[in-house]
């Protein structure tokens, strides 16, 4: 992708005041001007909840096939998903660190918990594989949407799927979920890996038998070659992490889980009771996915909100400029390096930053240093163990009541905030090495 001139860069600095504090990567907090109501903005969308409905509809047709390969998933019949737990002693913590009030509830949704692959790309990502598996079925005869799907168990899918090849590039937890799904299935599998993904990762995919290709460069160079192995190859399937619709709705599916979970635990969402949801973002079909999830089934009593390192602002900065992907962090001179190494994304998903653009309430950047301390807080008072992406949420709240006054104000919610609900999006971290999680632990305590 071409770099943008250096003097578009300083014409952007002149419109753009919130850039100066973005390029000396201070954290920042912007609101999203361009939000509207979500019932008029719904039907100009490229996707609709009938979409998410179709999602959700062959997630259940796999459940047996699930269930039977993942007996983690028993339980549930081969539902993959997450519980949501209370978090009032971090809720107390996090308002004595930060010497700040925080009314109402603080939830955290533990998608470190989902089985498979123990990050939020166990929604998606492994969606995404399920679709093209179904699709090669269907193709090939063997399958029928009237059969139960526990038979791709058997050694005539696995011998059909043993001719495909899946091609994915990540910066770890995607190629994580996509190798491990596509290898109980049958399938040809190989991850490019930018500098970032983290060696166990490589390691556990290798031993699935995965292929995994490493980089030395960031996520959008592993996704660029990925793209070229893939391209014009016979019976190969891409799975694009910058424009993929079906990963976008694997992930949506979440939000009519969540909103049974709410209701089974008696927790109202409605006007006299918001919603807020913090969700850390790298390309942006994870919480981009979610969040139109969301606010399909809660419309304006859900305010959903981004997190990215300070190091990686690539959706504010797209989003904030309306250049979408045609700027990256880089252009701006920002490194792109953090410890949050799902989030370690230069330049963001066009697609999501345009149909988030009428949705979203805002985004704001957190330093590698405030992950490490949430990590280690949630852990003291929790017991809950995050990988430092997954952290990105937690802040949100204390962002919001500090820096998003004029946000409330608007919109009529500082008269509510005792009946709010805030919803912590924990993104990943039960698959993590105990000696690599002691580490990042250490760094908590001791930076
Ligand atoms: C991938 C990832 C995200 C963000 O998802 P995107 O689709 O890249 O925006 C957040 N947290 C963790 C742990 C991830 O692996």
Same mark, same amino acid.
């Given at each position: 992708?071409?770099?943008?001139?250096?003097?578009?860069?300083?014409?952007?600095?002149?419109?753009?005041?919130?850039?100066?504090?973005?390029?000396?990567?201070?954290?920042?907090?912007?609101?999203?001007?361009?939000?509207?109501?979500?019932?008029?903005?719904?039907?100009?969308?490229?996707?609709?909840?009938?979409?998410?409905?179709?999602?959700?509809?062959?997630?259940?047709?796999?459940?047996?096939?699930?269930?039977?390969?993942?007996?983690?998933? $028993?339980?549930?019949?081969?539902?993959?998903?997450?519980?949501?737990?209370?978090?009032?002693?971090?809720?107390?913590?996090?308002?004595?660190?930060?010497?700040?009030?925080? /009314?109402?509830?603080?939830?955290?949704?533990?998608?470190?918990?989902?089985?498979?692959?123990?990050?939020?790309?166990?929604?998606?990502?492994? #969606?995404?594989?399920?679709? #093209?598996?179904?699709?090669?079925?269907?193709?090939?005869?063997?399958?029928?949407?009237?059969?139960? !799907?526990?038979?791709?168990?058997?050694?005539?899918?696995?011998?059909?799927?043993?001719?495909?090849?899946?091609?994915?590039?990540?910066?770890?937890?995607?190629?994580?979920?996509?190798?491990?799904?596509?290898?109980?299935?049958?399938?040809?599998?190989?991850?490019?890996?930018?500098?970032? &993904?983290?060696?166990?990762?490589?390691?556990?995919?290798?031993?699935?038998?995965?292929?995994?290709?490493? !980089?030395?460069?960031?996520?959008?160079?592993?996704?660029?070659?990925?793209?070229?192995?893939?391209?014009?190859?016979?019976?190969?399937?891409?799975?694009?992490?910058?424009?993929?619709?079906?990963?976008?709705?694997?992930?949506?599916?979440?939000?009519?889980?969540?909103?049974?979970?709410?209701?089974?635990?008696?927790?109202?969402?409605?006007?006299?009771?918001?919603?807020?949801? #913090?969700?850390?973002?790298?390309?942006?079909?994870?919480?981009?996915?979610?969040?139109?999830?969301?606010?399909?089934?809660?419309?304006?009593?859900?305010?959903?909100?981004?997190?990215? /390192?300070?190091?990686? /602002?690539?959706?504010?900065?797209?989003?904030?400029?309306?250049?979408?992907?045609?700027?990256?962090?880089?252009?701006?001179?920002? $490194?792109?390096?953090?410890?949050?190494?799902?989030?370690?994304?230069?330049?963001?998903?066009?697609?999501?930053?345009?149909?988030?653009?009428?949705?979203?309430?805002?985004? !704001?950047?957190?330093? $590698?240093?405030?992950? !490490?301390?949430?990590?280690?807080?949630?852990?003291?008072?929790?017991?809950?163990?995050?990988? /430092?992406?997954?952290?990105?949420? &937690?802040?949100?709240?204390?962002?919001?009541?500090?820096?998003?006054?004029?946000?409330?104000?608007?919109?009529?919610?500082?008269?509510?905030?005792?009946?709010?609900?805030?919803?912590?999006?924990?993104?990943?971290?039960?698959?993590?090495?105990?000696?690599? #999680?002691?580490?990042?632990?250490?760094?908590?305590?001791?930076?």
């Amino acid at each position: 992708m071409q770099q943008v001139p250096e003097k578009m860069i300083l014409n952007l600095k002149r419109e753009f005041p919130l850039l100066e504090q973005l390029v000396k990567t201070e954290p920042t907090f912007w609101e999203n001007t361009k939000l509207r109501p979500s019932a008029p903005a719904f039907p100009l969308l490229p996707l609709s909840q009938k979409d998410i409905a179709d999602a959700s509809a062959r997630l259940k047709r796999f459940a047996p096939f699930i269930q039977q390969c993942f007996p983690m998933t $028993d339980a549930a019949n081969g539902i993959i998903e997450s519980p949501i737990r209370q978090i009032p002693h971090f809720q107390g913590r996090l308002g004595r660190e930060n010497q700040i009030e925080i /009314p109402g509830r603080l939830l955290l949704k533990c998608d470190n918990e989902l089985p498979i692959s123990g990050s939020i790309k166990a929604r998606g990502g492994i #969606y995404e594989v399920l679709k #093209y598996a179904e699709k090669v079925g269907l193709q090939s005869g063997l399958l029928t949407t009237d059969r139960c !799907y526990s038979c791709l168990v058997e050694p005539a899918f696995k011998a059909e799927f043993s001719r495909h090849h899946i091609v994915v590039g990540s910066t770890g937890n995607l190629g994580l979920s996509i190798g491990i799904i596509g290898a109980a299935l049958g399938f040809n599998v190989t991850v490019h890996m930018s500098a970032d &993904a983290r060696d166990w990762k490589k390691c556990l995919l290798r031993s699935k038998g995965v292929e995994v290709i490493e !980089y030395e460069e960031d996520y959008s160079k592993a996704v660029e070659e990925g793209r070229k192995q893939a391209s014009g190859q016979k019976n190969s399937h891409f799975v694009d992490d910058e424009n993929s619709t079906d990963l976008f709705l694997g992930y949506s599916v979440a939000a009519e889980r969540l909103k049974t979970q709410l209701f089974q635990a008696n927790i109202k969402v409605d006007a006299e009771h918001p919603l807020f949801v #913090y969700l850390p973002c790298g390309v942006g079909g994870g919480p981009g996915g979610v969040a139109f999830g969301l606010k399909q089934q809660f419309g304006d009593h859900v305010h959903c909100f981004f997190a990215e /390192p300070t190091h990686s /602002p690539c959706m504010l900065l797209g989003m904030y400029t309306g250049l979408h992907d045609q700027i990256s962090v880089q252009d701006l001179g920002i $490194d792109n390096i953090t410890c949050a190494d799902g989030l370690a994304v230069g330049r963001a998903s066009g697609f999501v930053g345009k149909v988030m653009e009428p949705l979203l309430s805002g985004i !704001y950047s957190v330093e $590698d240093r405030e992950l !490490y301390h949430l990590l280690a807080w949630l852990k003291d008072e929790e017991d809950i163990a995050l990988e /430092p992406s997954a952290l990105a949420g &937690a802040p949100g709240v204390v962002r919001l009541l500090k820096e998003g006054r004029g946000y409330l104000e608007k919109n009529g919610l500082q008269g509510k905030l005792n009946n709010a609900i805030h919803l912590i999006w924990a993104t990943g971290g039960s698959m993590v090495p105990d000696d690599e #999680y002691a580490s990042y632990y250490h760094q908590g305590k001791n930076e």
